[in-house]
């Protein structure tokens, strides 16, 4: 999400209605997708000058800096980090001396009067930015990995722009902002619940705020390669497709795409709008589990150069089968929240996602499914060099609003921001538009759209939802949601001997599905008091919620009412912020760990 800087100093009062949207990309309906707007694609390998660390914070809750006590918007509120003029000078704030907080970092793990902190805090950081004399001339952008939910971020008291959505990344230009010295960064941070956000105001996962990802400023040349798609054409394991843009003035170029260790330089070059497509044959030894071979890829223009590590590999459905490289694959994994297994708070270092992933190899898994929104760009890089296979997620979450257009471009705009960050991530095999919603028009419409989008992004990835069930007596539940006429793969929760019945009656029961197509058990198990014993039927115990797990995996195991269609994903969490999470914690190989949120929900 990128757009020029604005010179205005606040946004109009939004009141309760949907946050305004900035959205980067354009809304073809086939073909290639194309960029209204500059972005800058693997940011990770450009030139990156870290604003992480200590940054000053002001909590906010009245956002006593944004409006005044009539409710209208500030024209000169913290965002200008003034300074008294004299000691008559009348300004009730100063960054210089406030606290601060780590970033990347949830504020709620920081400070214990913050834990449960829902509103507003200022963040603010201060930098030089000295361009080297006689240095071919560059373009700027600020870029945050996710702030958690809300963004507004300025630059020397100028707005640049809003960002909503608390996983994705986003970023802006500031070329023609950024001083030689003296720079301020101010970004108003909210992680209130809406109604018409996304998520919704109930969820069942700790609602986190703060710049909760890596900040840097990324330097490129003036024209540079803002976009790319290195992957195996669709339905093949030895042709390369994909497509390059150019952002800037020089847009028609020539272009190679290079693959050092396979002896692969091809060339191609841009039209008049930076764009050029490409497909050549090459014969690579192809991503798997068991083999996750990544290549060192670089895409080269006139202007510039990127470099990437990419995995090949074929993924599609066929009939109940998914296929990975033309071969039949059955799913072994779990469902993870994006906690960390060595501090508090969110995972976000790469040690994190090495420890989470190198727990599902060890309990023989190859796949993890990133629940209920996308988990940092750490986790998926990683899935590719260790080989875990990877179903990715937005956050559209039981009960949003879906009738209201503000929501769905909410929606949309997040799944596109996934899309692009992690498409040429080879261990992405499925994007998720949602979670246990409920079937109705309204529903179906929207996520309808959502499946649209995510194929014309992103055409060579399976496309998948976690669907509920319904109970057409005899001890048989039906799959036959409407939307799974437009996945590629079916999601469904099972919770067996936990909502419905006791663990044995798993046993018993059939399942039926309105759609030839593969099923994956996105979620079984039960919940447990962390160190809690008793009998194999007395609930909150570890033995009570291991019974749930093993009859569940029995059954998708292959039983002889599962069958090889149903993939099986166990709850697991290394630990859970918050009380009603912390008592229910529990280990990988043990199982599932669900939230009192959803208690509520099932027994209601």
């Not at 003029?85 to 009730?92: F, G, M, P, S």
């Not at 003035?249 to 497509?277: C, K, M, N, W, Y």
């Not at 009656?505 to 160190?531: H, I, N």
Request: net charge neutral.
């Amino acid at each position: 999400m990128i757009h020029r800087p604005k010179p205005s100093a606040a946004l109009p009062d939004r009141g309760t209605g949907p946050v305004r949207q900035v959205n980067r990309l354009d809304r073809q309906a086939s073909g290639p997708v194309r960029h209204n707007a500059a972005m800058v694609a693997n940011v990770s390998g450009r030139k990156l000058f870290a604003l992480d660390g200590k940054w000053q914070a002001i909590v906010d809750p009245y956002e006593n800096g944004f409006y005044d006590y009539r409710r209208q918007p500030l024209v000169d509120g913290f965002f200008r980090n003034r300074k008294p003029r004299d000691k008559t000078d009348r300004v009730e704030y100063d960054f210089d001396t406030s606290n601060t907080l780590d970033v990347p970092g949830d504020w709620n793990t920081q400070r214990p009067e913050l834990f449960l902190y829902e509103g507003t805090v200022w963040y603010e950081k201060s930098f030089d930015y000295a361009r080297v004399p006689g240095a071919a001339p560059t373009r700027l952008f600020v870029h945050f990995g996710a702030v958690s939910q809300r963004a507004l971020v300025y630059l020397n008291g100028e707005l640049l722009g809003e960002h909503d959505g608390g996983f994705t990344p986003f970023e802006f230009e500031i070329t023609e902002l950024v001083r030689p010295a003296g720079n301020f960064l101010v970004v108003k941070v909210d992680n209130v619940r809406r109604r018409e956000g996304v998520p919704t105001l109930n969820t069942d996962w700790w609602n986190y705020g703060g710049i909760t990802r890596t900040v840097a400023l990324v330097e490129v040349p003036e024209t540079y390669i803002a976009d790319y798609v290195v992957q195996l054409r669709k339905g093949s394991i030895d042709v390369i497709a994909g497509w390059v843009r150019l952002a800037g003035e020089r847009l028609a170029q020539a272009i190679r795409v290079e693959i050092p260790e396979a002896g692969i330089s091809h060339p191609l070059t841009t039209d008049a709008t930076g764009f050029a497509e490409f497909t050549f044959p090459a014969g690579l030894a192809l991503w798997s589990p068991e083999n996750p071979k990544l290549y060192d890829v670089a895409v080269v223009a006139e202007t510039d150069r990127v470099e990437d590590s990419i995995g090949f590999r074929a993924i599609e459905a066929m009939g109940t089968d998914i296929l990975l490289n033309g071969r039949p694959i059955f799913l072994r994994g779990v469902s993870a929240h994006e906690e960390s297994p060595l501090h508090p708070g969110r995972a976000r270092t790469v040690e994190d996602a090495r420890v989470l992933l190198g727990w599902v190899k060890e309990m023989g898994g190859n796949f993890i499914r990133l629940a209920h929104y996308p988990h940092s760009e750490a986790m998926t890089r990683e899935a590719d060099r260790l080989g875990v296979m990877v179903w990715s997620e937005i956050p559209v979450y039981w009960t949003i609003d879906w009738d209201n257009p503000a929501t769905l471009e909410n929606a949309r705009t997040q799944l596109e921001e996934n899309v692009v960050r992690d498409r040429n991530r080879a261990s992405v095999i499925l994007w998720s538009v949602a979670n246990e919603t409920p079937v109705g028009e309204a529903r179906n419409s929207f996520l309808t759209r959502l499946v649209e989008r995510a194929r014309e992004l992103d055409p060579t990835r399976l496309i998948t939802a976690a669907l509920e069930t319904h109970d057409v007596g005899g001890d048989t539940l039906r799959i036959d949601d409407p939307l799974g006429a437009h996945l590629d793969v079916l999601g469904c929760n099972e919770y067996i001997g936990w909502y419905v019945g006791l663990p044995d009656k798993c046993d018993r029961v059939t399942w039926q599905s309105a759609y030839d197509k593969p099923l994956v058990m996105s979620e079984f198990g039960g919940s447990a008091a962390a160190g809690r014993h008793g009998d194999v039927l007395e609930r909150w115990t570890e033995e009570y919620r291991n019974r749930c797990t093993t009859t569940s995996w029995r059954c998708c195991g292959g039983s002889h009412s599962c069958g090889e269609r149903r993939r099986g994903f166990s709850w697991t969490s290394a630990r859970h912020a918050g009380s009603s999470r912390a008592s229910r914690t529990s280990s990988i190989a043990r199982g599932s760990s669900r939230t009192t949120a959803r208690r509520r929900k099932r027994s209601s």
